[in-house]
């Protein structure tokens, strides 16, 4: 964090990221939680800009010197953005997305926002006590979709979830809340590992059970494989180099498998056989053996999906054009999506999605911008103190978790914000170690030339 910014900018920054989750407009006729989120962060967005610019502190948004790279990566993506909702046939959905998805220019301009003000104006000493927040406001999301779950829900859903049985509480669509999860849970587990104070640990520990019961619930399969690649990344990085620590995780570990065993029971093997389907999928698609069927249909979605990306290869179709461009025949959504006239608005996968619309080079600049930030991070962990440590792996995992689920998932406006500022936060807390641990050394070799 800049030395310019002060406690304001901190704070508001703070109570946003963390709230996020919970920031809904339950009343209106049909109300749906994605286009109210959507506003939030744009309204949020806009004033935070406009508090700068007021202020006179645009500066403290620039990186110091040596440390720009992934400040370039990001303005570069963003430009490529503006390219292809320039030159899109579907400008006014390019700028402003799909009435349900929200994923614009206007959004994407929004989420390197929360990036950058949560990577430039967020006070890094406190990160311990904003992933604690977030932890805390993921037992009230957790609890709410255990009520879900059993239809105890007292909140109105909109007309497209009114019969509907799964979990998604204020997420709109289980895969979404699944992705949150993901975020969530490997934070939770995060400050689970770092919290020595019994009553706190406690509390930790029941939000991770809560938030389990709810991954559980909400039937994502990206969700479960996202959190079990995290979670393994903590488990050989931290816990097994800590010996203090396996007892806490043994714990852990035999109270969510008891959960997930008592759950799976009540359900008659319903969650055993959709985790599964993972593996079992995975071997058809390995071996040859694939109907299209596979993920949800999903790989039928790619197979249709894939072509486009040599078609829009350099600049892509605009943002949240997928709609539009999508060649799947009547003939062929019925076969494999169940209704003729069904609007396949998504790729189901990042990557893919980011290829199509926005182009392959914005792709590609999008992952050096991660790469960028992971590595950093993990040149950090070298030099940093033991908890110090434990907080940057424990966000690199989260960052791991996300990318690993997106694979099979998509970005959205409920959840993708919060995303974008743990990239910030985690470069912020990187380049904050790498600096705390260069300097000394840099003063010693100038002692020692003098």
Known sequence: MSKEVGIKEYKIMYWFIVLFPLLIYPWGIDPYYTTTKANYLYLFVLGYWLFIFFRKKQRTLIPEKGEKTPFALLIIFLCLIEISTAFSNYTYTSVHG????????????SYCSMFLFSY???????VTKLISGAAIVSAIVSIYAILQHYSLDFLPRNSAMRNYSGTYTFFDN?????????????????????????????????????TFIALLFSNTRSAYLG???????????????RKHLWKRWSLLAVSLLLIAVIINFSEKGHYFNRASTILSESYQVVTNQSTGYEGSSRLFIWKKSLPLVKDFFW???GPDTFEFIFPATPEERQIYLGDANIIVDKAHNEYLQIAVTLGTPALLVYLLFVFSILSKAFQAVKRA?????VILLG????????????????????VAPIFWALLGITLAKSESLLRKNTLPFTHIEKSISA
Do not use: H, M, W
């Open 98 to 109: 799909t009435i349900d998805r929200k994923e614009g220019l206007i959004t994407f301009f």
């Open 120 to 126: 430039r104006l967020l006070d890094i000493r406190k």
């Open 174 to 210: 289980p895969n979404f809340f699944g992705s949150y999860l993901v975020l969530s849970f490997l934070i939770s587990l995060t400050v689970y590992l770092t919290v020595n104070k019994k009553n706190v640990n406690i509390f930790y520990f029941l939000t991770l059970c809560l």
């Open 227 to 241: 959190i079990f690649c995290g979670t393994v990344f903590l488990t050989v990085f931290v816990v097994y180099k």
């Open 315 to 317: 600049i892509g179709s």
């Open 385 to 389: 103190a033991d908890k110090e440590k």
């Open 395 to 414: 966000l690199i995992s989260v960052v791991i978790g996300y990318l690993i689920q997106a694979f099979f998932n998509i970005s959205t406006v409920p």
